[in-house]
């Protein structure tokens, strides 16, 4: 576990904020969703296609946290597998109530969700819109892996406790994902490969 | 072996992978150099912030959260319950603690079902508890989203339409359609900034109205004239949106520092907009 946070970007700053949330501190856990709730959002939307049933289920992720939170044991890099992993076997449950009720989506509209304010710096929409639709086009396993190391942020060992893979296959799988995502947008910048990010 | 240098591409990118994520400089060999690129701008584009109405909402449920009070998941079966007290638990839930997994729960849900009427109460203290124009903006956007997925899950249940259901919703879906159009002239006339606001109730009523005259054509009967005139009332909602940002460029914007909010942004090459309701519902429908 302290490999996990080793690597991780800041997550070993949140080790106290967890135990606090174990010890029934819900300013704690209010804490922790504003540390994790936007990665989590991240990966939600790209698991589950419209951003207002992410948005319903970030809400339960964290209520499905602070219901089991007392069966946790690790430090917050731990947790923050351990969240996504709900977050994981929720956007699962949805995708399967969604195919029992045969709705018919309402075009694309919510496929490429609002920037944040930082992002839109850095990228036009046009380029997060390609971006996000070849993300959307992965194979599932390459999308999920990649999704929560890129929109999640976790570790290769992370996700390997998330999905309950190996370590090795998520490494594989990251990799095959960043080929194919290479590959797909590979065409629209023809010249340099890709645009170059803003500073 | 092709395998081991596979594999020790792999171990590099992964270390790679973690500088990204980390937002540290990397060092990065030539070949690897492609596919590092292409993760920085997947971080950058799927990168995303928590809208501040559902931060507040869920930091709400979680301060009131009891886990103990409630059942692991909850099962929609019973539909034969008093709306009044479905709405009495609504308020509960988010003013009085408890039952927060039944707001969650709720958020899927369709007109007819047990759950909806939380849905509705949950909005409306949403709305409540967003003083600004601009919020109460998005939160009608929305929620006229909502109730056209809903329309459409309605036409589309397998069981048989109920089409004063469908009507009804239809006509809820006309009433935020035009709240949205008169929260935004409200921000606008408050000095709010509203671009980004505007362009999205452009885009997403464009998309409406394409879902609306597809709806025209498969509901049934009854429902069609609610139908049209949600279109009518979308189009004008457009029209509003847009005219009252084109217009008043001089008056509303306060001393620019930043200055006032500029029109619709030029074209930006978006795939379609919305057809008129009169073209696309005289001419492709009956």
Known sequence: ?199 | MVNIRKRADRAVLDEMLDGVVAGRPVDVPDRLSSLVETAELARAALAVSVDESTARRHQTLIQLFEPEDQPRTLRVTQRRRVRGLAIAMALFLVLGGGGAATAAASAGAVPGELLYPVKRAIEAIDLVVHPSASSRGRLHLSFADRRLREVQALVSSRGSHDPDLIEATVVSYQVEVTATGVSVGEAEQQGLPVRGLVERVRLRIAQHLVVLSDLATRVPPKAQDAIRRAMQRASNAQEKVQHGTTKPQGGSGPQGSSGPEKSTPPGRGHKSEAPTPRGQGQGGGH
Do not use: C, M
């Open chain 1, 1 to 199: 576990l302290s490999r996990h946070a080793s690597t991780s970007n800041g997550i070993a700053e949140l080790d106290g904020v967890v135990v606090r949330a174990q010890a029934g501190d819900r300013l704690a856990v209010g804490e922790l969703y504003q540390a994790l709730s936007a990665p989590l959002l991240s990966y939600l939307i790209s698991q589950v296609r419209r951003a207002e049933d992410a948005e319903d289920l970030l809400g339960q992720v964290f209520l499905d946290a602070i219901r089991d939170i007392g069966r946790f044991q690790g430090d917050a890099s731990g947790f923050r597998a351990w969240l996504f992993r709900i977050a994981h076997n929720r956007a699962i449950d949805l995708a399967r109530r969604l195919s029992r009720r045969a709705e018919v989506p309402l075009a694309d509209a919510e496929a490429v969700p609002e920037e944040s304010d930082a992002e839109e710096l850095a990228l036009d929409r046009a380029e997060r819109e390609r971006l996000w639709k070849a993300v959307r086009r992965l194979p599932p396993a390459q999308r999920e892996v990649i999704a929560l190391r890129l929109a999640g942020g976790l570790s290769s060992p992370e996700i390997a406790t998330a999905l309950s893979k190996r370590v090795g296959a998520v490494k594989a799988l990251q990799h095959r994902a960043l080929e194919n995502l290479a590959k797909a947008l590979q065409p629209a910048y023809p010249g340099k490969q890709h645009p170059r990010l803003n500073e």
